[in-house]
Every structure is written in C-alpha cells, then in structure tokens.
C-alpha cells in the first residue's frame, strides 16, 4: 500500500488514545465484575466484530492452513494474549491506571531479548541505552512508592501482577510475528479471539453486567468496543506508514494516560481518584517514554546526524 503519513499518524494517534484510555475505563468496573468476566466481554466483543469484518471482505481465515505448526502457535497465542489480559484488569484492583501503563513499555523489551534467542536477533547500543533509561525511569516513577514495594502490600502485588501481564503479551507477540508468514495479522488476532472467548466462558459471570449503573456500562461498552478500535487502527496504521514512526507514537501511551486521568480527575473528581503523582514520578515517565522512543528510532540517528552535517 502506498504511504500516507497523515492517514497513517491519525490512525497511529487513534490508537494510542485508545490504549491509554482503557486502564482509566477498566477501573471503574473491576469492583463490580470479576476480571474473567469483563475480558470475556471483550474478547467475544471482539471477535464476532471482527469476524464480521473478514466475512464482509472474505478474508476469513481458512482452516485448512492451520498445520500442527501454527495449530501450536495459535495455542501460544491464546494463552498469551488471555492470560495478558486477564492479569492486566486483575492488577487495576491494586494500582492506579497510570501505574500500570507506565510498565507497558516492558513487554516490548522482553520480547526484544527474547527475539535474540529465537531469532538470533541482535541488540543494538541504542536498545542497550533505551533500556537503562527507562529502568531508571520506572525508579523515578514510584519513588513514592518504595515503602509498599517493602511491605509487599497490596500495590506491590499490584506491580508484580502488572509485570506478569507484560511477560505473558511476548507470547502473543512472538506467536503472531512466526505466524506473519501464512495469516494477516487480523486473521490470526480473530482465531485467538475466538480462542480466548472459549477459554474465559466457563469462569464468565455473565450476570454480573446487571450490577453494573449506567456509567460503568458505558465503561463495559467502551472496553469492548476499544480492542477492536485500538488493533484495527494500529494494523491500518502499519500498512500506511513506517513502522518506525508508528511505534515511536505507541511509546506515548504511558503520557496519554497520565493526561487523560489528570482531565477526569478534574472534571469529575466524584468518580476518579487522584493519581498523587510528585514532579519526579513525572520526570520517571517522561524518562520511560524516552527510553522507549530511544530504543525505536535510535538505530536512525547517526543518518540523520550525518545529513546534518552534509
């Protein structure tokens, strides 16, 4: 497809507003529902949805293509993706949405050092320095926060449960790029909806949605709708420009959260809780995202240093 940097910046954009906005929306319901249950929501939200979509442009994957090798990388993905999931809502009953955003830059890392033994890959001195600099960010970030991590209360169980999730998504993530080859990527994201769907539907309480007021059904709603809008535009989003830049928007996401919660609190005070965040947890994401962003575009540097100095 031929490139369009503001069609594809606008859809880069749409997902990551997307992205930053869930944790704040999924808050607002895991007191009221159980975690299993509103990834179930989700996931079959997401995939008839899709199914929908591949239908309309016949585009449904075939299952005659599914070999025992990519029946085991559907299986992987599966469980990547739900256990991600899962543990992702389970950890907003202990931390603020922003604290578990700020650890999503994680997963990215992980799977880059799990890229090296997989695929050989190589690190380079850009991802080594990204790396450092988001640790020493995640330091600055809970500076406040060292106290819980030594009486391992609550929001330390939080973290870790936040942490586990950005180790489970390298399991989708590696599933998906081996499996690039014979399914597009949202034919392979539509068999692991299906997937997650049967999996969660056994714990689901499917009830529970009639606890729910109108504004934490909202919140559902918006949830539900959110996985299909923030993968389809993320997707689109690559194939109209490179994915360098596309992935260098994705690091914001940490930042859109924090924005976003900071204009909710201040709208509605009533139904959001203040973040508590001092200048040097700011100073903490800021140092996330670069690390992050570094890590993306570093490898570009040294051109456009070299052009320059043309």
Not at 145 to 153: A, G
Not at 219 to 234: E, H, K, S
Not at 243 to 251: D, N, Y
Request: hydrophobic residues 55%; aromatic residues 12%; contains cysteine.
């Amino acid at each position: 497809m031929q490139q369009q940097p503001l069609a594809g910046f606008l859809l880069a954009l749409t997902a990551v507003c997307m992205w930053g906005a869930l944790p704040i929306a999924l808050q607002q319901i895991v007191a009221v529902m159980d975690a299993q249950t509103i990834v179930w929501y989700r996931f079959i939200t997401s995939a008839i949805g899709l199914f929908i979509l591949l239908g309309l442009r016949k585009k449904l994957p075939k299952p005659t293509a599914l070999r025992q090798r990519y029946l085991l990388l559907i299986m992987l993905g599966i469980l990547g993706l739900s256990a991600n999931f899962f543990l992702f809502n389970l950890a907003l009953n202990y931390i603020p949405p922003t604290s578990s955003q700020v650890l999503s830059p994680l997963s990215s890392f992980i799977m880059l050092f799990v890229g090296v033994f997989v695929f050989k890959e190589h690190i380079g001195l850009h991802q080594k320095i990204g790396l450092v600099i988001l640790i020493l960010g995640l330091v600055l970030f809970f500076n406040q926060r060292f106290s819980d991590f030594l009486q391992l209360n609550d929001y330390f169980k939080g973290i870790v449960i936040a942490l586990c999730a950005s180790s489970c998504w390298v399991a989708y993530g590696m599933a998906q790029k081996l499996m690039l080859s014979r399914f597009s990527s949202q034919q392979i994201l539509l068999m692991i909806y299906i997937g997650c769907t049967i999996i969660f539907t056994p714990f689901a309480n499917i009830q529970q949605v009639s606890a729910l007021n109108s504004f934490q059904l909202g919140c559902l709603i918006f949830c539900c709708l959110n996985t299909i809008i923030a993968y389809g535009t993320y997707g689109e989003a690559l194939n109209r420009w490179d994915v360098s830049k596309v992935s260098a928007i994705m690091t914001q996401i940490p930042i859109f959260t924090i924005i976003f919660t900071e204009i909710l609190i201040a709208v509605y005070p009533q139904l959001f809780v203040n973040q508590e965040l001092n200048w040097i947890s700011y100073l903490g994401a800021i140092a996330v995202v670069s690390g992050s962003l570094l890590s993306v575009l570093g490898h570009k540097l040294p051109a456009i240093f070299h052009r320059k100095n043309r």
